[in-house]
């Protein structure tokens, strides 16, 4: 009986410890997940914002001058002298090399000489008192040679002006193809000349933009001269009336103003034409936007939190995206850190140059 007693006490004793134990076991798991530290992930925000926002379609071109020229020589002789360099800048009607013209000058000055014989003769007959003694035939005959001398007279100065050889208009010399001395023959080449102050861009655009593009539209051009926000504005010239059947494209004629001389022809450009301008949109950074089987969202802040929105987009223009649904002018998006985030994810908001180094 005693026996009994003592191990139903044993039991008991050893049952409570247990239940102490566990109790003990409980208490410091709840106090662990009390200490364990909770991990923010950082992120950089940023206001949407209103702005204008435009369309454009974009491509590439390169630079032509419309107008540029090759100089040839319209006679055969020895180069005298040359005025001008390759690099030179010039005028219209400035002399750029002069080709011997004695043979030429001697024509021209026989030629003279002969008008004013025959001039001289015709007067004099003019003047007799007898003209009845004067055939009306001499006359006539020596009128025709009068005529025919003056001619042959204008050609030889033709020939002598010609031996200059003259800017047809302002421009820059970008080739010269002979030296003091050579032997020039008729209609070699002598330089190449072109005017910088406008240049072309050719474009081929989709029969389908023909509906979005009018004459005098603007266009922006950019080259490997300027940065990537930098362009240099343009308009329509001229549009093709005529698609090309093989690439379904139509030819637009760029226009650029380049009186400074920045761009040079033969340049390689990226042309923006401007479609259409959105006022006071809704606009964010293009890096915030989330896409996930091609459907875009964004994160923005409530209290700790991310929060996923999906948004519909409108214009891109720049690095920036116009937000047609999904996003008030009030709200504040995840511009850096979006990546990593989820929707409810615990999140601290920091400074721009703080998310670098909390990284």
Same mark, same amino acid.
């Given at each position: 009986?005693? #026996?009994?007693?003592?191990?139903?006490?044993?039991?008991?004793?050893?049952?409570?410890?247990?239940?102490?134990?566990?109790?003990?076991?409980?208490?410091?798991?709840?106090?662990? !997940?009390?200490?364990?530290?909770?991990?923010?992930?950082? $992120?950089?925000?940023?206001? +949407?914002?209103? *702005?204008?926002? *435009?369309?454009?379609?974009?491509?590439?071109?390169?630079?032509?001058?419309?107008?540029?020229?090759?100089?040839?020589?319209? /006679?055969?002789?020895?180069?005298?002298?040359?005025?001008?360099?390759?690099?030179?800048?010039?005028?219209?009607?400035?002399?750029?090399?002069?080709?011997?013209?004695?043979?030429?000058?001697?024509? @021209? !000055?026989?030629?003279?000489?002969?008008?004013?014989?025959?001039?001289?003769?015709? &007067?004099?007959?003019?003047?007799?008192? #007898?003209?009845?003694?004067?055939?009306?035939?001499?006359?006539?005959?020596?009128?025709?040679?009068?005529?025919?001398?003056?001619? @042959?007279?204008?050609?030889?100065?033709?020939?002598?002006?010609?031996?200059?050889?003259?800017?047809?208009?302002?421009? $820059?010399?970008?080739?010269?193809? +002979?030296? $003091?001395?050579?032997?020039?023959? !008729?209609?070699?080449?002598?330089?190449?000349?072109? #005017? !910088?102050?406008?240049?072309?861009?050719?474009?081929?655009?989709?029969?389908?933009?023909?509906?979005?593009? &009018?004459?005098?539209?603007?266009?922006?051009?950019?080259?490997?001269?300027?940065?990537? %926000?930098?362009?240099?504005?343009?308009?329509? /010239?001229?549009?093709?009336?005529?698609?090309?059947?093989?690439?379904?494209?139509?030819?637009?004629?760029?226009?650029?103003?380049?009186?400074?001389?920045?761009?040079?022809?033969?340049?390689?450009?990226? =042309?923006?034409?401007?479609?259409?301008?959105?006022?006071?949109?809704?606009?964010?950074?293009?890096?915030? @936007?989330?896409?996930?089987?091609?459907?875009?969202? +964004?994160?923005?802040?409530?209290?700790?939190?991310?929060?996923?929105?999906?948004? %519909?987009?409108?214009?891109?223009?720049?690095?920036? =995206?116009?937000?047609?649904?999904?996003?008030?002018?009030?709200?504040?998006? $995840?511009?850096?850190?979006?990546? *990593?985030?989820?929707?409810?994810? /615990?999140?601290?908001?920091?400074?721009?140059? &703080?998310?670098?180094?909390?990284?």
């Amino acid at each position: 009986m005693f #026996n009994q007693k003592l191990a139903k006490l044993f039991a008991i004793i050893c049952f409570s410890s247990v239940v102490a134990a566990c109790s003990q076991s409980n208490a410091d798991q709840a106090n662990k !997940e009390k200490e364990k530290p909770v991990y923010k992930i950082p $992120v950089e925000t940023q206001p +949407v914002r209103v *702005s204008d926002i *435009s369309s454009f379609y974009a491509t590439t071109a390169s630079l032509d001058a419309p107008l540029e020229a090759t100089l040839v020589s319209r /006679l055969a002789g020895m180069v005298e002298t040359l005025h001008i360099e390759e690099g030179d800048r010039v005028t219209k009607g400035q002399l750029l090399a002069t080709v011997d013209a004695k043979r030429l000058r001697f024509d @021209l !000055e026989r030629a003279q000489a002969e008008v004013m014989v025959i001039e001289q003769e015709l &007067n004099r007959l003019k003047k007799m008192d #007898n003209q009845e003694y004067i055939s009306r035939d001499q006359l006539a005959k020596l009128e025709f040679n009068l005529a025919a001398a003056k001619s @042959l007279e204008k050609l030889a100065e033709l020939k002598v002006f010609e031996s200059e050889i003259r800017a047809p208009f302002d421009g $820059v010399i970008t080739d010269r193809f +002979v030296k $003091v001395g050579a032997m020039a023959t !008729e209609f070699s080449k002598l330089f190449h000349i072109i #005017n !910088e102050d406008e240049l072309h861009a050719i474009i081929h655009m989709p029969e389908a933009q023909l509906k979005h593009i &009018n004459v005098g539209q603007s266009v922006f051009v950019q080259t490997s001269l300027q940065n990537d %926000t930098d362009y240099i504005k343009g308009n329509v /010239l001229r549009i093709s009336p005529r698609i090309e059947r093989q690439s379904g494209t139509f030819k637009v004629t760029v226009q650029v103003n380049n009186r400074d001389h920045l761009l040079k022809a033969g340049m390689f450009a990226k =042309v923006k034409v401007k479609y259409a301008t959105h006022n006071d949109a809704l606009t964010i950074p293009a890096n915030a @936007l989330v896409n996930q089987d091609n459907r875009y969202s +964004v994160f923005t802040i409530d209290g700790e939190k991310a929060r996923k929105v999906p948004v %519909t987009l409108g214009f891109r223009d720049n690095g920036l =995206v116009e937000v047609i649904d999904g996003l008030t002018a009030a709200d504040a998006i $995840v511009v850096r850190g979006q990546q *990593s985030l989820k929707d409810d994810a /615990l999140v601290e908001v920091i400074a721009p140059l &703080n998310v670098l180094a909390a990284k």
